[in-house]
């Protein structure tokens, strides 16, 4: 279907030909916005009236003159010094709501003209290391904004660059062979959390007597020269610890309801062939250089707290090679092989100044430029309840699974609670408990602002009440009970009938959905298409309260009060998906 233009849209045409036509040699921007004293407020007059040295007021109420009113444009008044007081028609309304419920796949969302290719960088663990509540939040927001890009009509190529090299596997491996009996018997019939309990403790076995015992950690580094040299042994039992942490991975992915692919996983490991003709590239050019032996690029405006220079080192005195080697190899695999023209890197603010200098030395080697640009969308820390970093009560980080597994079983508790009044099957209980859990954990991370910390509470995460998940899943599922209730009166759009003021309400929010969409999409910015459909159900509730569905005054009333109610159904469904986030049927 044809994307559907939003009133929003129309009325600035509108105003701009008036604009226009009441100041022909004005560049005509009436800065059309939402407002709470009319439909919509235009505030651009004012801007034009100083440049044109007029009056705000009498030039506004000459645009007014050449505004037509009618279906559209309802009324249109001065306010103030010179602001555009817009109310919409209620036919309008209805007529451009009902073309977008027709859309049952895009609900009317245009697509860009011209769009580009995303690689995004998120979802990154480690191998044989077990997922925290540190990596919860690149995974989330990282899967929304996949959603949210290829609605809008890009081409986003996923990467999980797990850490999958360096000194840590050997290390790990030469603790292994020292230590055979270590793992215990039954590691070899055992896979996903178990194995990697395992491998978890096997490592920070092998972590401790590496930072205790000077020869064991000359012979672990030895072992990583093994690992890169290729040699068998060393290398399959590598493979080894990477197959099973994938095993791992892909079931943490999937309670979180998302899909990981094997083929967009491309770890450290995946760039050692690039690792010395970047170097290479890097010196010739001069945007590196050596400095008591080791491969560095400096900064004029990165100093350490003597003011001396900082700088990335890209290859070690030694020989060997650091992460920024591996992270400036994949921005030439993203940028020549994969073709990219934006890098968005979903990671921890704390490795800020890294991927400054990572970025930074890339364009200087003219790998970034004007037409390729990378981005990193840092996001702050999941805290406790106390406000400090969320620990175990012990002190340790808390396993991902852990907390999730937790939110399931709260959610199910709370579905419980209601299943016999809806007739809930155990099964039902289940698997919305699940879908309730799990939204409520992502919701929590993607209705805050990725840069700002957040506590993670889930007494609040699985509240009914307020800005939750739940609240929305809530309202998705009392259409739906509506809608089953309806008997023979089915959902039809009547832009004849006049609407109540909650109806228009709800209509002129139902139609912002497209724009906040693209925006959230163009801007990484996913909490504001929550705070959107938080802000929809808020309206629906407030419609509900004020205008009987099942009970209105005509049969003509009850199929568009219908039709309003499943196109928001149909909004919050759409919405919530992008978020990564299901809607059960019934709660």
């Not at 925290?132 to 959603?147: E, K, M, P, W």
């Not at 690029?297 to 990335?312: Q, R, W």
């Not at 037409?371 to 996001?379: G, M, P």
């Not at 289940?430 to 919701?443: D, L, M, P, Q, S």
């Amino acid at each position: 279907m044809a994307p559907v233009t939003s009133l929003s849209d129309s009325v600035q045409q509108q105003l701009t030909s008036a604009i226009s036509a009441a100041l022909p040699e004005a560049s005509a921007d009436p800065l059309l916005r939402r407002s709470d004293r009319a439909d919509f407020q235009a505030n651009g007059i004012l801007a034009l009236a100083k440049k044109a040295k007029a009056n705000p007021r009498e030039l506004a109420t000459q645009v007014v003159s050449h505004v037509v009113t009618g279906e559209l444009i309802e009324d249109v008044e001065v306010s103030g010094p010179g602001f555009l007081n817009i109310t919409i028609g209620d036919r309008a309304i209805t007529e451009t709501l009902a073309a977008r419920y027709a859309d049952t796949d895009r609900l009317g969302v245009s697509l860009p003209e011209r769009t580009g290719t995303t690689v995004i960088d998120y979802a990154q663990p480690n191998v044989a290391k077990e997922m925290h509540v540190g990596h919860l939040r690149s995974a989330v927001i990282g899967d929304a904004l996949v959603h949210l890009m290829e609605f809008a009509g890009e081409t986003v190529v996923r990467r999980h660059h797990i850490g999958d090299w360096g000194t840590q596997f050997g290390m790990l491996i030469q603790y292994l062979d020292e230590h055979p009996h270590e793992l215990d018997h039954k590691a070899s019939e055992v896979t996903g959390e178990e194995a990697m309990s395992n491998l978890d403790r096997l490592y920070k076995a092998a972590r401790k007597f590496f930072d205790s015992d000077e020869e064991f950690k000359t012979r672990a580094r030895r072992r990583v020269v093994d690992l890169q040299a290729g040699d068998p042994h060393t290398l399959a039992t590598w493979q080894k610890f990477v197959d099973e942490s994938k095993i791992y991975f892909f079931s943490v992915f999937e309670k979180l309801d998302m899909e990981i692919r094997d083929p967009d996983i491309v770890g450290e490991s995946g760039y050692n062939d690039m690792l010395d003709e970047t170097c290479r590239l890097l010196e010739e050019s001069g945007v590196a250089v050596r400095s008591e032996g080791a491969l560095c690029v400096f900064f004029d405006d990165i100093k350490g707290p003597e003011g001396n220079p900082v700088p990335l080192i890209v290859q070690k005195s030694d020989g060997g090679y650091g992460y920024a080697a591996t992270d400036l190899s994949a921005i030439r695999d993203r940028v020549f092989n994969l073709k990219a023209d934006t890098l968005l890197y979903v990671v921890d603010a704390r490795q800020s100044l890294h991927f400054r200098m990572v970025f930074e030395t890339a364009r200087r080697a003219g790998w970034l430029n004007d037409d390729v640009t990378a981005v990193q969308l840092a996001f702050g820390t999941v805290l406790g309840k106390d406000g400090k970093p969320f620990k175990t009560r012990e002190g340790e980080t808390v396993r991902l699974v852990d907390l999730l597994d937790e939110a399931v079983e709260r959610a199910t508790a709370v579905v419980g609670e209601k299943a016999e009044k809806v007739g809930l099957s155990e099964q039902e209980i289940e698997e919305n408990g699940r879908y309730v859990g799990i939204g409520a954990v992502k919701y929590a991370d993607l209705s805050t602002s990725a840069v700002r910390d957040y506590k993670f509470d889930l007494d609040q995460m699985v509240s009914l009440n307020g800005d939750t998940s739940v609240y929305l899943q809530y309202a998705y599922a009392r259409i739906q009970s509506i809608l089953r209730k309806a008997g023979e009166a089915r959902p039809a759009a009547h832009p004849e009938l006049a609407l109540a003021p909650a109806e228009r309400a709800l209509g002129l929010h139902l139609d912002r959905f497209g724009e906040t969409v693209l925006e959230v999409a163009s801007a990484y910015e996913p909490h504001k298409l929550a705070a959107y459909l938080y802000q929809l159900a808020t309206h629906l509730t407030t419609f509900y309260d004020q205008c009987p569905v099942l009970k209105a005054e005509t049969p003509e009333q009850v199929e568009n009060r219908l039709f309003l109610v499943d196109l928001t159904a149909r909004t919050l469904h759409k919405g919530m998906g992008l978020l990564g986030i299901r809607t059960p049927e019934r709660l």
